[in-house]
């Protein structure tokens, strides 16, 4: 155990940073690197080498073949720490810490036992053991490989109702026949589910692929969190109201018919006493809630767990007054088994024949599920003051999710914003607290179970719906923001993305929104960003046009021309139509069916400054450019060209094309050469 002197809480951290920025104390976490922003300038393996150079000069001498191997088995260790988080903190864990990570276990579990079995039985369809294993055996995983400190990795709500969704497919597969037990077939479709996230979340960091979440539009992802809590939503309307049986018998499948469903049946056919008790576990919880935030000054109101509290007050009702001769579903015995062995290898013949089936949902899981968790991740990152790594991320989900397929029926785990940040406030300051509570969870799930026998479902329904507040809270506020920056192109995606998973499905939603938005950003990455520079009078300078009054084009048919962006095969394509747009429309946005409003340049200048690579592809289109250009007599010039584009150009043959003249230190050597004098 390290001393409590050297890991110190964030905020004693903080302010020792802020006195002197040179200088960063140990804290638990992934440990520092060359490129680390917040690396310090004196590094512990700096002050071992000044430590060797002081004993060296008071004679004390080491032999280089004894220093060698140590530097490095050092350089090992340290990139065994990088890779491996916990190899760098559980050694260097502090006792000081321990308090904080012990109370956030017992806030995060008190609100996770819950809300996990509500997920497992209300959303995935399946026993509440598998939520509670999921809540349980991945966080351990993340926990040695992750790289936030706060992140808490269990079942989501949005991620249940999709594995809930794709077992109810599989189920109906054929209407002629019904599986002989569909318990056995939802835990191998969700093993099968759980182990390609895995295996795709794993692939994904290893190949280097965490930027997928850069890539994604803000709008389409709030589209599908408020599509998701409105399903959700409908979805626990209802058992909320007694209508599971009743659902069952006429079976309703998508979203649209289960609308009409609780129109059609929700106030002639609804259960009385079930949907009493829902009405009341639902505002009680409300209460509980703005409670809580009214006196969020003192600090233990945060910790009250106002779901368990709704459970615990729920069942010993129910117990007391026997909810169940008046109708109303119990939990009931819930065996904690997972028909076998309680390890299992996750492919097996019982999970092999749903892999096909259920492929297209994990691709989608694993990508909703990262991004709900780097968003966590970042925002504890950015509020503790360390950095976190998006591929590691990756691998370390991806390996949590693998682990939890060993246990049968284990639902898919990431993290979350809402309960990480909980987590953070509640006093974690490392992943220990998620492995704490990762065993009271287990506890919970091998003795606590029983005592819920008599816990009414209809309010692990009504738990469910607390979340779809949570998921809904910052929708108002982006459309507001949409609406206000005019950014029609977002508002568009975010309500096709909503009206297309309301109406047909969670995947055909997300997917056509997603190749929209690839779409476009595929488009505005294949437009080269270039623009038309001008001479500013009296100087050596050279402006764009549109951005500096000034700068004007004072010598006819030469057209210089300023290349913002490095080249390659994607921006390139339509680099040909670009450059005769400019060159007869100019800057200016234009329709191909106006009249030319400029002459055809007799002299090309390309400004290539900030073009830093230029790939083969770029070369290739660039040389049958420079060709057309030569057979139209036109002239081309090249200047501020760097050291890779050159290489490049020299290799394609464009040096030995235009010539060694063609190229030049800068746009006023070249407007030199054109008119006969030299404008430094």
Not at 239 to 251: F, Q, V
Not at 293 to 301: E, G, I, Q, Y
Request: aromatic share 8%; proline share 6%; net charge neutral.
């Amino acid at each position: 155990m390290a001393s409590g002197a050297n890991l110190r809480p964030p905020s004693l951290l903080a302010h020792n940073l802020s006195a002197t920025p040179s200088l960063r104390d140990s804290v638990p976490g992934t440990p520092w690197r060359e490129d680390d922003e917040h690396a310090p300038l004196l590094r512990p393996s700096d002050i071992d080498r000044a430590a060797y150079h002081s004993t060296r000069g008071q004679g004390v001498d080491i032999e280089a073949d004894v220093v060698k191997p140590s530097r490095q088995s050092s350089a090992t260790w340290a990139k065994a720490q990088y890779y491996i988080p916990s190899l760098y903190w559980i050694p260097n864990y502090s006792l000081s810490l321990f308090g904080g990570d012990l109370t956030a276990a017992f806030t995060v579990a008190a609100m996770l036992i819950p809300q996990s079995v509500s997920y497992a039985t209300s959303l995935a369809k399946m026993s509440p053991v598998t939520g509670l294993f999921s809540a349980s055996i991945p966080p351990i995983a993340y926990a040695l490989l992750g790289s936030s400190r706060q992140l808490n990795v269990a079942p989501e709500a949005a991620l249940s109702l999709l594995v809930g969704q794709t077992i109810t497919s599989v189920l109906r597969s054929d209407p002629h026949t019904l599986p002989k037990n569909p318990e056995a077939v939802g835990l191998a479709v969700a093993t099968a589910l759980t182990t390609q996230v895995g295996l795709i979340s794993f692939i994904l960091g290893f190949f280097r692929l965490g930027f997928i979440d850069v890539v994604l539009s803000r709008a389409l992802l709030r589209g599908f969190v408020a599509a998701i809590a409105c399903i959700i939503l409908i979805e626990q309307l209802i058992p909320m109201l007694g209508l599971t049986a009743l659902e069952h018998k006429l079976r309703p499948e998508t979203t649209l018919e289960k609308i009409f469903f609780l129109i059609e049946h929700g106030v002639t056919n609804a259960h009385g006493p079930t949907s009493f008790v829902s009405a009341c576990a639902l505002v009680s919880l409300v209460i509980l809630r703005m409670l809580k935030a009214s006196l969020r000054r003192f600090k233990w109101v945060a910790r009250v767990p106002e779901v368990l509290i709704v459970v615990i007050v729920s069942t010993i009702l129910s117990d007391e007054f026997r909810w169940d001769d008046d109708g109303i579903a119990i939990l009931g015995n819930v065996p904690v088994h997972t028909r076998g062995h309680f390890i299992k290898f996750p492919l097996h013949h019982h999970s092999l024949p749903y892999l096909r089936q259920t492929t297209s949902t994990a691709v989608l899981i694993s990508i909703i599920g990262f991004l709900d968790s780097i968003v966590a991740a970042k925002q504890n990152a950015a509020r503790y003051s360390y950095s976190i790594s998006p591929n590691r991320e990756l691998v370390a989900l991806g390996a949590a999710n693998l682990t939890g397929s060993f246990v049968p029926g284990t639902l898919p785990a990431y993290g979350s914003i809402t309960r990480s940040r909980i987590n953070g406030e509640a006093g974690a300051r490392t992943q220990m607290a998620s492995l704490i509570c990762a065993a009271i969870i287990l506890v919970a799930t091998f003795f606590l179970l029983p005592w819920l026998y008599y816990l009414p479902k209809c309010v692990l329904g009504s738990i469910v719906c607390l979340v779809v507040y949570t998921l809904l809270a910052e929708t108002p506020e982006d459309v507001i923001f949409y609406w206000k920056m005019r950014a029609w192109i977002d508002m568009t995606l975010m309500g096709l993305t909503f009206i297309l998973t309301i109406i047909w499905s969670v995947q055909v939603g997300v997917t056509v929104s997603l190749i929209i938005s690839l779409l476009l950003v595929v488009r505005r990455s294949s437009r080269t960003r270039m623009t038309i520079l001008g001479h500013i009078p009296g100087t050596d300078r050279w402006e764009p046009i549109d951005e500096s009054p000034g700068a004007e084009e004072d010598t006819p048919g030469v057209l210089i021309v300023r290349i913002r962006e490095n080249l390659d095969f994607a921006n390139t394509a339509q680099l040909k139509e670009r450059l005769r747009r400019l060159e007869l429309y100019g800057v200016h946005r234009s329709h191909p069916s106006d009249v030319p409003r400029r002459e055809q340049a007799s002299v090309f200048i390309f400004h290539m400054a900030d073009v830093e690579t230029c790939d083969a592809s770029a070369v290739q289109i660039f040389h049958e450019l420079f060709e057309s250009y030569r057979n139209r007599d036109v002239g081309v010039f090249i200047t501020h060209l760097r050291a890779q584009p050159r290489l490049m150009f020299e290799r394609g043959g464009i040096v030995k094309l235009l010539g060694a003249d063609a190229f030049y230190e800068n746009v006023g050597k070249a407007m030199g050469r054109l008119t006969g004098e030299t404008r430094r």
